[in-house]
């Protein structure tokens, strides 16, 4: 048994079979392999060395003819290392004593090989590790040939286990099939994360290099409440998980009873919960949950599952599904937030060294207005549907807000030339999720009619901390006073104008920031359909002087270690019995 640790990003426990993706996206197949197909195997391997062996070669060639034989001179040292008689004879004893299948045993010895280069404190030999690297892959795609699978076509339930799954491959994960996941990299408010949490799947990122050491078909335990990854678990561990998913069960029964409870606090303060959705069937999450609407809905996620560009049809009927399902509740429909992680099949700019400062949200959309307008379109015609508003996501400054606004405009006119029918009164909101909107938040109240509070974002630009990166996980913290000061403001504005401000990042569907949230006099949240019931319990057992309690003592603290613990422990003392409904 094996037991990893990684960051949690949608949780519950989910027990099955591995599935393992190598970092191509493509399946690693099982570990071992019959002991009468190992001659088999063995042919295998030499016939995947001599197909690398010959391409690279004719690399090698190309090169000295394009550039000289200095530069042929790198393919050289990959041709060397792949005819080393000593990596050749690790691998086929391998094979033919271990039984391990050709794949399994490439992976494992080169990986293991550039762990050594990498172990090495030389700049220059870690870069080696790369070339084995490239070997490896190499290797793989002779030996796995016609048989590389990608994810889309599984016919039974299984853990994907991947290197990373980008917004696109989650969004496009089976989800009949695909109980849960876990990828080695990746970071807690990504959007692979935030995938995870729509199809309600336990999911954890950000492990660290573990592939190496599982094989498909294996059984795995993913614990999406704690964040571990447990390969091979032993009788004692199956029994302790499988006892934890009943009592879920029981918890998610409990907690059902709430549905049609309002979100009022003990002290009778109203509250509105409404659910984040990517895709038009979790609204039925949202129904069955009892969400006062739809805060947010990341429309971005139509083109991220498709390998062309949506159609005004095609976000027409997404969006109709959506609305006929809320009846006349609100459901706010975000314009497309692409870029960033969330690349499309759309023409990348090259060389863009920080994607997240880049042309990414309202500014790709400003730059791309065909594309923009056609989503406005579909938008325009669907607000008749129902209680339909728009919201622009990454506003960053009044002048990008006011052209959003002006080829909305536009798009209303020609909509009327046309004699489409539309609400000339949709409510038009834009998101909070940089800085530099906090600051002049002042202004931006007079110019729309809602804000919704991004946290994820806006913890990202506030503390300068990549949201889906795990190796600066450490400082990426609602509770940074900063952060805190900064949705404080925003709050404050919004009241005072006032227009209705939502929270619909992250922070808002984790129980331990809604007493606080609710003391700084949030009374909105958006949060994902699977965290309602829970932020409703809170919601329903807290009085508001409990929490403007909480958020003064917050306010004397100056680090977000001491804030997330002090707001643990208050959730424990005030809400007893917390998780049990
Ligand atoms: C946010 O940034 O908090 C947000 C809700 O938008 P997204 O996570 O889609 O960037
Ligand atoms: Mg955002």
């Keep these: ?28 197949p099982r570990r071992f392999v019959a002991r009468d197909a190992v001659d088999e195997e063995l042919d295998r391997l030499a016939k995947a060395i001599a197909a690398a062996s010959a391409e690279i070669a004719s690399h090698r ?23 080393d008689a000593r990596l050749r004879s690790e691998l086929e004893e391998m094979i033919r004593h271990r039984h391990y299948s050709p794949e399994y045993a490439v992976s494992r010895t080169l990986r293991h090989y550039s762990q050594v ?8 030999l870690a870069e080696r590790a790369a070339d084995i690297f490239d070997i490896e892959k190499r290797l793989l795609r002779h030996l796995l040939g016609h048989r590389r699978e990608g994810i889309a076509h599984l016919t039974s339930p299984v853990l994907v286990l991947a ?23 990746g970071g807690p408010s ?18 660290g290099p573990f592939l190496a050491d599982v094989s498909g078909g294996e059984l795995v ?28 069960l029981s918890a998610a029964v409990l907690l059902e009873a709430l549905r049609d409870l309002p979100a009022t606090t003990a002290d009778g303060v109203q509250i509105s919960l409404y659910g984040n959705i990517e895709f038009p069937y979790e609204v039925t999450h949202c129904v069955n949950r009892g969400a006062e609407g739809i805060g947010l809905y990341r429309t971005e996620f139509l083109y991220l599952g498709s390998e062309i560009e949506p159609t005004e049809e095609v976000h027409y009927q997404a969006y109709s599904q959506v609305l006929q399902a809320m009846g006349d509740k609100p459901v706010i ?38 594309m923009f307008r056609t989503q406005l379109r579909a938008i325009l015609r669907a607000s008749v549907l129902g209680n339909l508003q728009i919201m622009f996501p990454l506003i960053t400054t009044l002048l990008e807000l006011r052209q959003a606004k002006m080829v909305l405009a536009d798009v209303m006119e020609d909509l009327d030339e046309h004699g489409i029918d539309f609400n000339r009164d949709l409510p038009i909101g834009m998101m909070v999720e940089v800085p530099a909107a906090v600051i002049m938040i002042d202004r931006f109240v007079e110019e729309v009619d809602f804000l919704s509070i991004g946290t994820n974002d806006l913890i990202q630009y506030t503390l300068a901390v990549d949201r889906s990166n795990k190796d600066v996980v450490g400082l990426y913290n609602p509770a940074d006073p900063a952060v805190l000061r900064l949705i404080a403001m925003a709050i404050d504005a919004a009241k005072k104008k006032p227009v209705p401000i939502t929270m619909c990042g992250q922070m808002s569907g984790n129980p331990n920031y809604t007493m606080l949230l609710l003391g700084l006099g949030l009374r909105q949240f958006s949060v994902a359909p699977a965290a309602l019931p829970e932020i409703k319990n809170i919601c329903r057992r807290v009085t508001l002087a409990d929490c403007k309690e909480v958020t003064n003592r917050v306010a004397t603290m100056e680090n977000a270690r001491d804030i997330t613990n002090y707001l643990r422990e208050e959730l424990k003392r005030r809400v007893p019995g917390f998780g049990n409904a």
């Design 1 to 28: 048994m094996q037991k990893l640790q990684g960051i949690p990003v949608s949780p519950g426990i989910a027990i099955g079979e591995a599935m393992v993706m190598d970092n191509e996206g493509f399946r690693i």
């Design 61 to 83: 060639d190309a090169i000295a003819q394009e550039l000289g034989e200095k530069y042929a001179a790198i393919f050289d040292a990959h041709l060397q290392m792949l005819q």
């Design 117 to 124: 280069f990498q172990r090495l404190d030389s700049a220059h």
């Design 163 to 185: 290197h990373n799954l980008t917004p696109s491959e989650t969004a496009n994960l089976d989800r009949h099939f695909v109980l849960g996941f876990v990828t080695e990299i």
């Design 190 to 207: 990504s959007h692979t994360a935030i995938v995870a949490e729509a199809l309600e799947i336990p999911a954890i990122v950000g492990t």
């Design 221 to 248: 335990i993913i614990d999406g409440d704690k964040g571990f990854v447990i390969l091979q678990p032993d009788e004692e561990t199956l029994a302790h998980y499988r006892h934890k998913v009943e009592a879920n």
């Design 333 to 370: 429909i975000r314009t497309f937030d692409l870029g960033a992680d969330k690349v499309p099949h759309l023409p990348q700019p090259e060389d863009e060294r920080n994607p997240c400062l880049g042309l990414r949200s309202i500014r790709l959309a400003l730059r791309h207005l065909p």
